[in-house]
C-alpha cells in the first residue's frame, strides 16, 4: 500500500532531499518514531524486549487501538470525538452494574448475564454516538463544544451512576475469559482488536460508506452536490466512534474486573495523539487507518517504555502532549512540503 | 466635468508633485511564478507611467490576478525583479506595498462587514489624539473622500448591509483614501450600475491629471476603448503584447486574448430542440435573490443564462439542483413537478449541476481523480453492490471518462490538487460522464481554465448537447455564451428581463438588458 503511494507521488526531478520529502509526505514520520522509540527503551531496560513484556505491550495496545480506530473515523470525517473516555466511564459502569445484577438473581446464567452486561455497554455506545451524531450532524454544534459536553455529562453521569464506588460482583466467565483467557496463547482482547481493525480497513477501504467519510470530510460541500446524503453519514461515524470506544470499555472493564467510574479519562488526548502521530489529518479527508493503529502501538510502546524506565506518570503525561502538538506540527509541514 | 476637476485639484486626494504622464512609476522585468500543479507567470515583463492607465487584458487563469497580486504585495514572485520609480524594491506584504503608495482593490473585498463605512475607511490608520479616536475627523475625512469621489453613502451605514455594488465604492474609496501613486483596479465595474460606471471613469480621468499610475483588469472591451492608455495581454501565464489603447482594434484584442481566430475557439453546435426537461414555473426564492422567474431548456439545446454578478443567474442553476430554498413557485424535470428538489433526488433524475468554484463545491483536493469522479455514482450497480465497492469497475470506467476528456496527466490516481486548473474543471465535468444524465446545469464552467482545455470544454459541450442533452450554460463571460447558446435569457436584480433567440442573441442586446432601464432614458 505504502510503496503503490510512492510510486506515484516522488517528483519526477529530485534530489535525494526531494526523496526523502516525498517518502516524508506519504508514509510521515511515524516509522522513524516506532524504531526510535523500540532502539532508545531496548538500551536502556533489557526487560523491554523480554518476551512477556512484548505480549504485554500488545495487550495493553488492545484498548487504545479500538478506541484511535473510531477516532480516525471521525477525524477523517473532518469532526473528533473528545467523548470517548466518557464512553468508556460510562460503559465501564452500566454493564458491570447489569452484569452483576443479573447474576446476582440467576447464578446459573453466567451466559446470559454477561450477553446482557455486553448488550447494556454497547447500548451505552450507541447512546452517545447518536447524540453527538444528531448535535454535529443536525444541529451543527461544532464537533469540539458537542463532544466535550459529552464528556462532562458521562464522566459526571458514571460518578453519579456508582456513587463514585467501583461495581463488583461480576460473573467470572466476564472477567477470566474475556479478560484475560487466551485462545491459541493469544489474549483475547487482542483478538477482538484484529477483528475491529479487519473490519474498520475493510469499511473504509471497499465500501461506498468509506469512500463517502474522505468526500466529506475532504470537502462536504462537494459531497453534498455529489448527493450524499452528509448528515447521515456523519452521524453514523460518531456512532461507530462510541461503540468501539464502548468495546473498548467492556474489554477494559473485564480486566479489571469492576466497573469502573473513572476509567478511560486519557483516552481522548491519547487516541487523537495516535492517529494524528499515524498521519491523519485533523482537517479531515486524509489519511489511514493502519498509520492509526500503528500511531497507537507507537503511544502504547513510549508509555510502556517510561514505565520501564520509571518516568513518572505525571512526566508521561507532558510526554504525550508534546508529542500531539509536534505531531500536528508536522502534520502543517507535510501539508506545506507536498506540493 | 471641469468643476469636478477642479474640485479633485483642490480635494484633499493626492498631490504628487513632479509626477506628470511619462515618468516611470513601476518596473517588472521577467516576472515568473509557480503554484502548486500550475505556471502562474513566466517570464512577464510589465511598466507602469505616471498619468496612464493601463489596462490587463486575458482569460480568466491568464495570469493577470497574480500579476497584480505581486504588485499589491500579497505574495512575492519567484522569478524577476521589481523596481517602483526606479528603485529596486521586494515587497512584504500587502501592508508594505500600501506605504509605498501601492493600493489594490480586488473583486473579493477586504472589507470587516461589522463595521461603519468610515471605520472601515480608517482601518489600521485611525485619526487619533493622544491615543484616542478622533472620531470627527474620520468622519469629516470620510465626507471628504466621499464627495470627491460623488459616492452617495452614509459614513455611518454598516458595510454588511451595504449592496455589493455599494462596497465596491466602499472599496475604491478606501483605496483613494490611502493617497496611493499606483492604484489597481481588478474589474471595478463588474458590480456597478452604467451611472455608477460613469462616475468611475470620471474619476478615473481625474486621478489621471493628477498623476497617478492606475493598473485595471477588465473583461469589457468598450471600456478599453474609453479609458485605456495602454493593452498588456497575457495569455497562459506568457505576456503576448503590450499595444497602444488607440491603435488597436477589438478583433485584434481578442485574438491576442485567445492566441487563435474566434472561429476555432468556439464549435458550431447543431441545436436540435427537442422534448422539455427543465422548467422553472414562476420561481421565487426565500432569500428575495431570485423574483418570478420562469424559464425552460429543451433536449439538444444550449441555453444561456446572462447578467450581472449578484443578478440572480446563479441562484437559478443552484435552486434547480436544491441548493437554495424555494418561496414561491415550481421546478419541473421533464414535466414532473419537483417539490423539494435536493441535489440527491436531482442526480437520480439525471440532473447534474457543475458549480463556479472548483476547489469550494466541486472537488475533494487531496483525494485522487478517481474517487472524485466516480463521487456522484457509487451508489450505483457499477460501482458497488450492497454497499461495497467494485473497484476494478470503477477504475475501468473513470479511465474511460478520463481518456474521453483528455485528462492532462492521464493519471486517475494523482491527487486532484496537482492538476491544472482546466484539467480539475475536467474531472468536475467528468462526474456527469459517471451515470446517464440529461441536463447539465453548467455554472461559469470556464473560469480560471486555459484556453487549450477551454477548447475541449465546448467541444464536450457540443457533444452532449448534439447527443440530446439540456444544457443549461450560466455564464458571465459573453463572448462564451453568445457563441455557445442557441437561445438566452439576461437577468437583471433577480428577475428575466429578456428572451434572445437566434440573431437577436448579440452583445449589444445582451448588455442593453444588463443596466438599469433609467439609465437608459437618461
Known amino acids: 500500500m505504502v510503496t503503490k503511494r510512492l510510486e506515484g507521488e516522488i517528483a519526477p526531478s529530485g534530489g535525494p532531499s526531494a526523496v526523502v520529502r516525498s517518502v516524508f509526505s506519504t508514509v510521515g514520520i511515524l516509522p522513524l518514531l516506532l524504531v526510535l522509540a523500540i532502539v532508545f527503551f531496548a538500551v536502556q531496560e533489557p526487560r523491554f524486549y523480554a518476551a512477556a513484556n512484548i505480549t504485554n505491550v500488545f495487550r495493553q495496545s488492545t484498548y487504545l487501538i479500538i478506541v484511535t480506530l473510531g477516532q480516525a473515523l471521525v477525524l477523517i470525517s473532518g469532526g473528533f470525538d473528545l467523548s470517548v473516555g ?254 | 466635468m471641469t468643476a469636478a476637476q477642479a474640485s479633485a485639484q483642490s480635494g484633499p486626494a493626492p498631490s504628487l508633485p513632479g509626477e506628470r504622464g511619462g515618468v516611470e512609476l513601476l518596473r517588472l522585468s521577467a516576472i515568473s511564478k509557480h503554484f502548486p500543479g ?82 472601515n475607511l480608517y482601518l489600521g490608520r485611525e485619526h487619533q489624539r493622544a491615543g484616542i479616536l478622533d472620531k470627527s475627523a474620520i468622519a469629516r475625512g470620510t465626507r471628504e473622500t466621499l464627495e470627491l469621489l460623488q459616492f452617495h453613502l452614509d459614513p455611518k451605514a454598516q458595510v454588511g448591509s451595504l449592496s455589493r455594488a455599494e462596497q465596491q465604492m466602499v472599496e475604491i474609496a478606501k483605496a483613494i483614501q490611502g493617497e496611493p501613486s499606483i492604484l489597481i483596479l481588478d474589474e471595478p465595474t463588474a458590480s456597478l450600475t452604467e451611472n455608477e460606471a460613469n462616475n468611475l471613469f470620471a474619476l478615473i480621468e481625474r486621478l489621471k491629471i493628477q498623476g497617478l499610475g492606475i493598473i485595471y483588469i477588465t473583461h469589457r472591451i468598450q471600456e478599453i476603448h474609453r479609458i485605456a492608455d495602454r493593452v498588456t495581454v497575457l495569455r497562459d501565464g506568457q505576456l503576448v503584447a503590450t499595444v497602444a489603447a488607440g491603435d488597436v482594434s477589438e478583433t485584434r484584442l481578442v485574438e491576442l486574448m485567445i492566441g487563435r481566430s474566434i472561429e476555432a475557439l468556439y464549435p458550431a453546435i447543431d441545436y436540435q430542440p427537442g422534448r422539455m426537461m427543465v422548467r422553472t414555473d414562476h420561481l421565487s426564492l426565500t432569500s428575495g435573490r431570485v423574483h418570478d422567474v420562469s424559464i425552460e431548456v429543451r433536449a439538444g439545446e444550449v441555453v444561456g443564462l446572462a447578467g450581472l454578478v449578484g443578478s440572480g443567474k446563479s441562484e437559478i442553476g443552484r ?48 483525494r485522487p481523480v478517481r474517487e472524485n469522479m466516480s463521487l456522484g455514482a457509487l451508489g450505483l450497480p457499477t460501482f458497488s453492490r450492497f454497499g461495497v465497492l467494485r473497484r476494478r469497475l470503477e477504475g475501468v470506467s473513470v479511465r474511460e471518462i478520463a481518456r474521453r476528456l483528455n485528462l492532462r496527466p492521464l493519471n486517475v490516481e494523482r491527487q486532484v490538487a496537482s492538476f491544472s486548473g482546466g484539467n480539475q474543471q475536467k474531472v468536475v465535468l467528468g462526474r456527469g460522464l459517471t451515470r446517464e444524465v440529461k441536463v447539465f446545469i453548467f455554472d461559469e464552467p470556464t473560469t480560471g481554465v486555459d484556453v487549450g482545455a477551454k477548447v475541449e470544454i465546448y467541444g464536450f459541450m457540443k457533444e452532449l448537447c448534439e447527443r440530446g442533452a439540456a444544457i443549461l450554460l450560466i455564464s458571465s463571460d459573453l463572448p462564451e455564451l453568445l457563441h455557445l447558446a442557441s437561445r438566452a435569457y439576461v437577468m437583471h436584480r433577480g428577475e428575466i428581463r429578456a428572451e434572445l433567440v437566434g440573431d437577436a442573441l448579440t452583445e449589444e442586446a445582451v448588455l442593453a438588458n444588463f443596466f438599469d432601464r433609467a439609465v437608459d432614458a437618461a
Not at chain 1, 464502548?246 to 473513572?262: C, D, F, H
Not at chain 2, 473585498?109 to 461589522?114: A, D, G, H, I, R
Not at chain 2, 437554495?324 to 441535489?343: F, K, M, Y
Request: net charge neutral.
Open chain 1, 86 to 339: 466518557a464512553v468508556i466511564a460510562v460503559t465501564s459502569v452500566v454493564s458491570a452494574r447489569f452484569m452483576s445484577r443479573y447474576y446476582a438473581g440467576n447464578p446459573d446464567g453466567e451466559v446470559t448475564s454477561v450477553i446482557v452486561g455486553i448488550a447494556a455497554g454497547l447500548f451505552v455506545g450507541l447512546v452517545f454516538g447518536l447524540v453527538n451524531g444528531t448535535g454535529v450532524a443536525r444541529f451543527k454544534v461544532s464537533p469540539f463544544i458537542m463532544t466535550l459536553g459529552m464528556a462532562s455529562v458521562g464522566s459526571g453521569f458514571a460518578l453519579y451512576y456508582t456513587g463514585g464506588s467501583p461495581v463488583s460482583g461480576m460473573p467470572p466467565l466476564f472477567t477470566r475469559e474475556i479478560g484475560t483467557g487466551r485462545v491459541f496463547e493469544v489474549p483475547i482482547p487482542v483478538l477482538f482488536a484484529i477483528a475491529a481493525i479487519i473490519a474498520v480497513i475493510f469499511l473504509v477501504s471497499a465500501t461506498t460508506w468509506g469512500r463517502y467519510l474522505y468526500a466529506i470530510g475532504g470537502n462536504m460541500k462537494a459531497a453534498f452536490l455529489s448527493g450524499i446524503p452528509v448528515g447521515a453519514y456523519t452521524a453514523s461515524v460518531y456512532v461507530l466512534c462510541s461503540l468501539l470506544a464502548a468495546l473498548a470499555g467492556i474489554l477494559l472493564t473485564a480486566r479489571v474486573s469492576s466497573g469502573e467510574p473513572n476509567l478511560g479519562a486519557s483516552f481522548p488526548l491519547q487516541s487523537i495523539t495516535a492517529a494524528v502521530v499515524g498521519g491523519v489529518s485533523l482537517r479531515g479527508g486524509e489519511g489511514r487507518i493502519i498509520g492509526a493503529v500503528l500511531g497507537a502501538l507507537f503511544i502504547t510502546i513510549l508509555t510502556n517504555g517510561m514505565n520501564l524506565i520509571r518516568i513518572e506518570s505525571y512526566v508521561q503525561e507532558i510526554a504525550i502532549g508534546v508529542i500531539l502538538i509536534l505531531a500536528v506540527i508536522i502534520d502543517r509541514l507535510r501539508d506545506r512540503w507536498r506540493v
Open chain 2, 38 to 119: 500550475v505556471r502562474a507567470l513566466s517570464g512577464v515583463d510589465f511598466d507602469l507611467q505616471a498619468g496612464e492607465v493601463h489596462v490587463l487584458f486575458g482569460e480568466n487563469g491568464a495570469g493577470k490576478s497574480t500579476l497584480i497580486n505581486i504588485i499589491a504585495g500579497t505574495f512575492p514572485p519567484d522569478d524577476g525583479t521589481m523596481t517602483l520609480r526606479g528603485q529596486p524594491i521586494r515587497l512584504n506584504s500587502p501592508h508594505h506595498a500600501r506605504q509605498l503608495g501601492v493600493n489594490a482593490v480586488f473583486q473579493e473585498f477586504s472589507l470587516v462587514p461589522t463595521l461603519s463605512v468610515q471605520d
Open chain 2, 319 to 366: 435552486a434547480i439542483f436544491g441548493l437554495e430554498p424555494i418561496g414561491h413557485g415550481a421546478v419541473e424535470i421533464g414535466d414532473v413537478p419537483i417539490v423539494h428538489p435536493s441535489p440527491r433526488g436531482m442526480l437520480d433524475r439525471g440532473v447534474v449541476y457543475v458549480p463556479p468554484d472548483r476547489r469550494e463545491e466541486g472537488l475533494v483536493a487531496m
